[in-house]
């Protein structure tokens, strides 16, 4: 089948506006989601989901809540890994002291404190630009990670400062298998995804666009800076919060606070920055890439007869982020989304380019 | 001149009034003491040499910049303080000398960001994107075509407005206002830059504009021609002085404003 348009004429602003205007678009996200529920399973092993697609998922959910914040609204932010530990811990705690609550409830109110945190601390934002934003939001990632070690009621005082959740079940279903954990994650992703399509495309989208591209046009057409800021604040923290709760208690099981420390908080701006600034899609790639690159350095070489040392491998690992970053930066700043939608263009017209 | 209106505007209403305006920066004075109103309904243009202080007036009116003295009215109520998103909350709407597009997004999207003001659905509505959200989308959709077959831009409103001519970024952002729905609209040289044609056709925008939907202007241009043509009465500033303010034909007339653009030492 070919990808085209042609002949798919919108007779109203209605299905000129659905999510995925193209039909082949809409095939294809419905193709992903049915492979990913019916096809996988039947095939995954424990280690495709605890190492790849979990992460790969939980990450992807993080990304977009950065990619919210920095690619729509253009308030870059090295707090992530900070907000990532509100939701878990604040997760961790509602199952601790209300054991009998629904575990999507927890993940929720995981998303729903580190959301108040975020707007907190993105108040700074209306009074700082670019380079002193972020300095603001390290400052915040480090009281985070100070606070969620010194402050020992969040760990209920366990003596290691590491705690760890156990019998998980979601409406009397025991979510003990990976490939139950690996559903679950697809659920709450998925939706929260589309969903964050829906607000891009909406009047809050183009408010932060609008204050991205340009925030003195923004406040002239009527839109309050403060409304637009703490919005993208308050939506993206949402989302790296509830990503936090699920990292604790869907792919960790036990956490410290080291999990959620500054190395976090720069892998999934990685992710954005190598899947694409202001793309949903590309949040996707960017963790796919990013989680899959080290096993891939670490089982093809060994494959193929050129055995690296793990040393090796990690060195390799860093030299391609930095030149893939360096090249997105310079080169494609809307990333892999972009090299994506390039190809699908081409597709579109192939073959006749004109 | 568009006479039939004139006699009507004579008598109008007045819209907005400027008293005894000043704004400086720092040791420049770039507005000294000005007064003039615009009336409901009218094309007022403000002219002046380079420097002479009309972007600086725009910003004072929609609240850009706050005037050291001076007291503006705008619709019956004197203001102390406003920020910009109050004056478009009142109905004020501009574009900028130097196009002020958002430059990530279609034409379509820039022009639907002008309807943020009138659309009213909460979060959660938007999330679901259904029922309510979904039919507002629709209905300001809607008003965004009619300003887009009107600027005939329907071509390129899915474009990245980055990737378009110059005129045509100046037609986006002319419907971004409009979108707006303002009762004040300034229009900073809307056509700097521009061909006979793009000039040609932007004139007819704005002269449509001010006839069908009755949206009352103020123009800053340097076209002589196009001032003429345009505008019901003329203001004319000069090193931020006003030094005339009346129909075209008598500020044409004017000594003052002869010197000023002859550059008569002062
Ligand atoms: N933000 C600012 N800071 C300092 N000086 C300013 C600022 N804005 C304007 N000025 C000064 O105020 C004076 C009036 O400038 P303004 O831009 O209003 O002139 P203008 O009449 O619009 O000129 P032009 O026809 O060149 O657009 C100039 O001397 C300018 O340098
Ligand atoms: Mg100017």
Same mark, same amino acid.
């Given at each position: ?69 920095? *690619? ?8 992530? =890994? *900070? ?118 495309? =909406? ?49 960790? *099981? ?21 899947? =694409? ?8 790639? =960017?963790?796919?890439?990013i989680v899959l690159l080290p096993i891939f350095l670490n089982q093809v070489p060994g494959l193929l007869g050129i055995p690296l040392s793990t040393a090796m491998v990690s060195h390799l690992e860093f030299m391609i982020f930095g030149a893939m970053i360096v090249f997105f930066l310079i080169v494609e700043p809307h990333g892999l989304a972009r090299l994506w939608a390039i190809a699908k263009e081409k597709l579109r017209l192939w073959p006749f380019p004109f | 001149m568009r006479a039939p209106a004139d006699s009507d505007i004579a008598a109008g209403e007045i819209l907005l009034s400027i008293e005894n305006v000043s704004l400086s920066f720092g040791g420049v004075r770039a507005i000294r003491d000005v007064s003039f109103d615009i009336k409901k309904g009218e094309v007022r243009a403000i002219i002046g040499p380079n420097g002479a202080g009309k972007t600086s007036m725009l910003n004072v009116i929609n609240g850009f910049y706050q005037p050291q003295q001076g007291r503006i009215t705008f619709k019956g109520e004197t203001r102390t303080k406003m920020r910009p998103y109050d004056a478009a909350h009142g109905g004020i709407a501009r574009t900028f000398q130097n196009v002020a597009l ?165």
């Amino acid at each position: 089948m070919f990808y085209r348009e042609a002949g798919q004429f919108k007779t109203t602003y209605k299905a000129d506006q659905a999510i995925f205007p193209i039909v082949q678009d809409r095939w294809f996200v419905i193709g992903v989601l049915a492979f990913a529920v019916l096809i996988l399973p039947l095939f995954a092993n424990q280690y495709l989901y605890t190492e790849v697609l979990i992460p790969v998922l939980i990450l992807s959910l993080a990304a977009i809540g950065l990619n919210i914040l920095t *690619g729509y609204c253009g308030q870059l932010s090295l707090g992530t =890994g *900070g907000f990532m530990a509100v939701g878990a811990y604040a997760a961790y705690n509602l199952a601790l002291r209300v054991p009998e609550t629904n575990l999507i409830v927890v993940f929720l109110f995981g998303g729903v404190m580190a959301m108040l945190v975020g707007v907190l601390f993105g108040i700074p934002s209306l009074r700082i630009k670019g380079f002193y934003l972020a300095v603001a939001t390290l400052a915040s990632q480090f009281f985070l990670e100070w606070a969620f070690a010194r402050v020992k009621w969040f760990t209920n005082y366990a003596p290691s400062g590491s705690v760890a959740v156990a019998n998980l079940e979601l409406f009397g279903i025991p979510i003990d298998t990976p490939m139950r954990k690996y559903l679950l994650v697809l659920f709450i992703v998925a939706v929260l995804a589309l969903a964050a399509k829906n607000l891009i495309r =909406g009047r809050l989208g183009r408010m932060w666009m609008a204050t991205r591209d340009m925030d003195i046009a923004a406040e002239i057409i009527g839109i309050r800076p403060l409304h637009a800021k703490l919005s993208a604040f308050a939506v993206s923290s949402f989302y790296v919060g509830v990503a936090g709760a699920m990292w604790g208690f869907l792919r960790l *099981g036990s956490w410290e606070p080291l999990a959620f420390d500054i190395n976090r908080s720069f892998q999934i701006l990685f992710m954005v920055i190598i899947g =694409g600034l202001g793309s949903i899609l590309g949040s996707f790639l =960017g963790a796919a890439f990013i989680v899959l690159l080290p096993i891939f350095l670490n089982q093809v070489p060994g494959l193929l007869g050129i055995p690296l040392s793990t040393a090796m491998v990690s060195h390799l690992e860093f030299m391609i982020f930095g030149a893939m970053i360096v090249f997105f930066l310079i080169v494609e700043p809307h990333g892999l989304a972009r090299l994506w939608a390039i190809a699908k263009e081409k597709l579109r017209l192939w073959p006749f380019p004109f | 001149m568009r006479a039939p209106a004139d006699s009507d505007i004579a008598a109008g209403e007045i819209l907005l009034s400027i008293e005894n305006v000043s704004l400086s920066f720092g040791g420049v004075r770039a507005i000294r003491d000005v007064s003039f109103d615009i009336k409901k309904g009218e094309v007022r243009a403000i002219i002046g040499p380079n420097g002479a202080g009309k972007t600086s007036m725009l910003n004072v009116i929609n609240g850009f910049y706050q005037p050291q003295q001076g007291r503006i009215t705008f619709k019956g109520e004197t203001r102390t303080k406003m920020r910009p998103y109050d004056a478009a909350h009142g109905g004020i709407a501009r574009t900028f000398q130097n196009v002020a597009l958002f430059k990530g997004m279609s034409a379509l999207d820039n022009i639907m960001a002008g309807r943020t003001l009138k659309m009213r659905r909460g979060l959660l509505w938007q999330l679901l994107r259904i029922g309510p959200a979904l039919n507002e989308e629709i209905v300001h959709r809607h008003r965004v075509e009619e300003i887009i077959d009107f600027l005939e831009i329907q071509a390129i409103r899915k474009v990245p407005v980055a990737r378009l001519p110059y005129g045509l970024q100046k037609r986006v952002e002319l419907g971004r206002a409009l979108a707006m729905e303002p009762d004040l609209l300034l229009l900073d040289e809307p056509m700097a830059g521009m061909n006979l044609e793009e000039k040609e056709d932007m004139s007819r925008f704005i002269i449509d504009v001010n006839d069908h939907f009755g949206t009352t202007i103020a123009l800053i241009e340097h076209d002589m021609g196009v001032v003429m043509d345009l505008s019901d009465r003329v203001v004319v500033l000069d090193h931020g002085v006003k030094i005339a303010d009346g129909t075209p034909d008598e500020v044409k007339r004017n000594q003052n404003v002869i010197d000023a653009y002859l550059g008569v030492a002062h």
